[in-house]
C-alpha cells in the first residue's frame, strides 16, 4: 500500500522555477493536493534564463503545451547548438550541436569509428558529419522526423524570453487550480518540536500555511538557507565567474538558430537570437575585471543596437549542501548557480520536477527517500559543473591572467578521470543517466582541441574503405537535405501566421 500523500504545497517564488514547478505539478497531481504559489512583483525575478536544450520540448510535451502557440507567446526561436568562438584558443571556432550521429556502424559508436578514421587522415571533423550543425550553420530549421533516417538525428530546443515564459506558465497553472498568493513574505512560522516549516507569514499578516515547501526564491535561498540554513557550496575556485552584465539589442537580420558563446578576456559572451531582439551578456570574474570594462567590452561586440541600459547580476558557482532538507525543496537558483556557459539552469529546474515528482513527499517521508533524492541532485550538479569546467581548462590561451589561472588550475578528479579515459582511446566515460553524453562529451573536447593518443583496438577488424565510402555519402546526403529546408527566418514567419 502507497503512503498517504501530503494534502497542502506551497511554493514560494514566481520566476521560470516557481511556475515551472506549479505547471508540472498541477497537471501530474490532477487536483489531488492543493498547490499555492506566492510571489511578490516588488521583489521581481532574474528572468534573464533564454537558452534551453532539447529536454525542454518533453517538459512543454508532459504539460500538453501547443510548441507554436507557446513560441509566439515567448517570442521564441529554435536552438540547433551552440557556437563556441575563441574558447580553445583566439581564432578557435566550433559548433556543439545538438542530435544524434547515426548508428548505422553497429561494432561501436559513430563517435567512435570516427576517432580511428580521423586518425588514418580518412574523415572529416566530427561535425561535418551532424544534421544539425549543418542546418544551423546554414540558418536552416526542420522538426525532427522518426520516419527519415537522417532527419531522426536531428534534435533542437528553444531561445526564448524566461519572463514571458513564467506569464504562459502562470496562465496554464492557474486555470488548472493554482493559488497565487501575491506580496512579500516577511517571516516564516517552523514548527517548535520538528523545526519544519509551517508558515510563510505575508506583509500584512496574511499567513499562508502548508505541509510542504518548494523554495524557488532565487539565489538566497529564502526558506533553504535563511529558514534552514542548509549551507552552500562554493565551486568558484573551479568556475571564478561571479557576475554578468547584459542587455538586449536590436536583431539584425533573420535570427540565427544557435547560441553564440564567445570567449573574452575574462570570461564569455552570449548572444541568444530572440524574434524581437537578441539577449547578450558578459559573463565574467569581478577579479580579473572590472564592471566598467566588462559593460565596455560587452558593448563592444554587438551587433545592433543597444536597447536598455546594460545591468549587473552577481552569483556565486555552487549548490545548495541538500536539495531536499526536512519538509523544504530547493529548486532553481535557490538549489544552486552554473553559468549559463551550456544553458542548463532550466533543464535543472526541470529535472529537480521530475525528481520530486517521483519522490513525492508523503504524510511520513522516509529518510531513505530524502538521502537519495539528494544523492542525485548532487550527482547531476557535479555532472553539469565538470562539462561547464572542461571548456575553461581544455585552453591554449595565455593570453590573460584569466586564462592562465583556468588553465593550470587543478579540476575536479571526476573531470581529470574522464579526460584521461578519452586521451587514451577517445573513449568517454558515462553513468546513466546523464545529460551530456558521448556525443557531446566528444564535440567539445575535440573542439576544444583535445586529441586521443590512439583508438579503441576492437575498430581494426572494420573495414576502412567501407567506412570511407560510407562517411562521404553521408556528408553529401546531409548537404542535399540541407539543402532543400526552409530557413529558420521563414519557419519563424510560417509560425507566426499559423502555418507551421
Ligand atoms: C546571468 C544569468 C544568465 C542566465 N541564462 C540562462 C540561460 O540562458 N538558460 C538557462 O536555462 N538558465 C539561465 N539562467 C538561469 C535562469 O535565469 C534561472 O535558472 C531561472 O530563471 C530560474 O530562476 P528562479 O525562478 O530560481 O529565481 P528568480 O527568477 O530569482 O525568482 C525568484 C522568485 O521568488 C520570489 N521571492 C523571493 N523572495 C521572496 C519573498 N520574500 N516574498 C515573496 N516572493 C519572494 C520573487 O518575487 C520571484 O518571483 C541564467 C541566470 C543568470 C544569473
Redesign the pocket.
Known amino acids: 500500500m502507497g503512503q498517504e500523500l501530503i494534502r497542502e504545497l506551497v511554493i514560494?517564488?514566481?520566476?521560470?522555477?516557481?511556475w515551472m514547478t506549479a505547471a508540472a505539478l498541477s497537471r501530474a497531481l490532477n487536483g489531488r493536493v492543493s498547490v499555492t504559489l506566492?510571489?511578490?512583483e516588488d521583489?521581481?525575478?532574474?528572468?534573464?534564463?533564454?537558452?534551453?536544450i532539447p529536454a525542454i520540448t518533453l517538459f512543454n510535451r508532459m504539460l500538453d503545451i501547443d510548441e507554436d502557440d507557446f513560441l509566439r507567446a515567448t517570442q521564441g526561436t529554435f536552438k540547433l547548438g551552440i557556437e563556441f568562438i575563441d574558447w580553445g584558443d583566439i581564432g578557435n571556432r566550433y559548433m556543439h550541436a545538438f542530435g544524434h550521429f547515426p548508428s548505422d556502424i553497429q561494432i561501436a559508436s559513430f563517435e567512435q569509428v570516427w576517432q580511428k578514421m580521423r586518425r588514418h587522415g580518412h574523415a572529416h571533423e566530427l561535425s561535418a558529419y551532424s544534421i544539425t550543425r549543418a542546418a544551423a550553420s546554414a540558418g536552416k530549421f526542420m522538426r525532427p522526423d522518426e520516419s527519415h533516417p537522417l532527419l531522426d538525428n536531428l534534435a533542437y530546443a528553444f531561445h526564448f524570453d524566461?519572463s514571458l515564459y513564467a506569464r504562459y506558465l502562470r496562465r496554464y497553472s492557474e486555470a488548472r487550480g493554482v493559488k497565487r498568493v501575491e506580496?512579500?513574505?516577511v517571516d516564516v512560522r517552523q514548527d517548535p518540536v520538528s523545526g519544519d516549516i509551517a508558515a510563510l507569514v505575508m506583509e500584512g499578516g496574511a499567513v499562508v500555511s502548508g505541509e510542504f515547501f518548494v523554495d524557488?526564491?532565487?539565489?538566497?535561498g529564502?526558506l533553504i538557507e535563511e529558514v534552514l540554513h542548509t549551507g552552500y557550496e562554493d565551486w568558484s575556485h573551479w568556475l571564478p565567474c561571479d557576475r554578468?552584465v547584459?542587455v538586449p539589442s536590436a536583431s539584425n537580420g533573420g535570427p540565427l538558430p544557435y547560441t553564440r558563446a564567445s570567449a573574452h578576456g575574462a570570461g564569455w559572451q552570449?548572444r541568444?537570437p530572440l524574434q524581437h531582439r537578441v539577449g547578450n551578456?558578459y559573463?565574467h570574474s569581478s577579479l580579473h575585471v572590472s564592471e566598467d570594462e566588462a559593460v565596455a567590452t560587452l558593448l563592444g561586440h554587438l551587433d545592433g543596437e543597444a536597447l536598455a541600459a546594460p545591468r549587473t547580476?552577481r552569483?556565486k558557482a555552487g549548490m545548495r549542501r541538500r536539495a531536499w532538507n526536512r519538509n523544504c525543496v530547493a529548486i532553481?537558483?535557490?538549489g544552486g548557480f552554473l553559468e549559463?556557459l551550456e544553458?542548463?539552469?532550466?533543464?535543472l529546474?526541470q529535472t529537480a520536477i521530475s525528481r520530486l515528482l517521483a519522490f513525492f513527499p508523503a504524510q511520513r517521508q522516509s529518510l531513505e527517500d530524502i538521502a537519495e533524492f539528494n544523492r542525485r541532485s548532487r550527482q547531476e550538479y557535479e555532472h553539469v559543473r565538470d562539462f561547464v569546467i572542461l571548456h575553461y581548462h581544455a585552453t591554449r590561451r595565455n593570453d590573460t591572467a584569466f586564462w592562465n589561472h583556468c588553465r593550470t588550475m587543478e579540476i575536479p578528479e571526476s573531470l581529470a578521470k574522464r579526460i584521461r579515459l578519452y586521451r587514451a582511446q577517445g573513449r568517454i566515460a558515462e553513468d546513466n543517466p546523464e545529460i551530456f553524453t558521448e556525443r557531446n562529451w566528444v564535440q567539445v573536447l575535440q573542439g576544444q582541441g583535445i586529441e586521443p593518443e590512439g583508438y579503441a583496438a576492437i575498430l581494426d577488424v572494420v573495414d576502412s574503405g567501407d567506412i570511407e565510402d560510407y562517411l562521404a555519402s553521408l556528408r553529401s546526403a546531409i548537404a542535399s537535405l540541407v539543402e532543400a529546408m526552409p530557413s529558420h527566418g521563414q519557419w519563424l514567419q510560417d509560425l507566426q501566421r499559423g502555418q507551421a
Open positions: 514560494l517564488g514566481g520566476g521560470t522555477a516557481g506566492v510571489e511578490s521583489i521581481g525575478t532574474v528572468g534573464v534564463g533564454e537558452a534551453t524566461a506580496g512579500r513574505v524557488c526564491s532565487g539565489f538566497r529564502r554578468a547584459f552570449w541568444i551578456g559573463v547580476l552569483f532553481g537558483l535557490a549559463p544553458s542548463t539552469s532550466i533543464h529546474v
